[in-house]
Nanobody, 121 residues
Framework: VQLVESGGGLVQPGGSLTLSCTAS????????????MSWHRQAHGKERELVAA????????DYGDSVKGRVTISRDNRKNLVTLQMSNLKPEDTAVYYC???????????WGQGTQVTVSS
């Protein structure tokens, strides 16, 4: 599975940003909706952490404690697209944001190359 993120950039504190991730190259017999999609981030010198996750048809969502109430994950299975809407951004949200696709019942995981988000005045 290939994942391509976009939408990162520089934003002022309190601002908003939407990240997108487009997926392709699924295993034979599988489609985008078979994959749990999630966003993770890694700040300089810190471990990668979960930002948000969403099951194939959206019945299950999970958010990291540090971003709850400020981010929304969504997906469009027709477009093989998952997005992360972020608002009220803080300097501590500065990180490289990664898109991940996974099939928990299979045990495989795929990562995008990451997109930089910088929150600074």
């Amino acid at each position: 599975v290939q994942l391509v993120e976009s939408g990162g950039g520089l934003v002022q504190p309190g601002g908003s940003l939407t990240l997108s991730c487009t997926a392709s190259g699924f295993a034979p017999g599988y489609m985008f909706s078979n994959y749990v999609m999630s966003w993770h981030r890694q700040a300089h010198g810190k471990e990668r952490e979960l930002v948000a996750a969403m099951t194939g048809f959206g019945h299950g969502k999970d958010y990291g404690d540090s971003v709850k109430g400020r981010v929304t994950i969504s997906r469009d299975n027709r477009k093989n697209l998952v997005t992360l809407q972020m608002s009220n951004l803080k300097p501590e949200d500065t990180a490289v944001y990664y898109c991940k696709a996974a099939r928990p019942h299979i045990g495989d995981t795929y990562w995008g190359q990451g997109t930089q988000v910088t929150v600074s005045s």
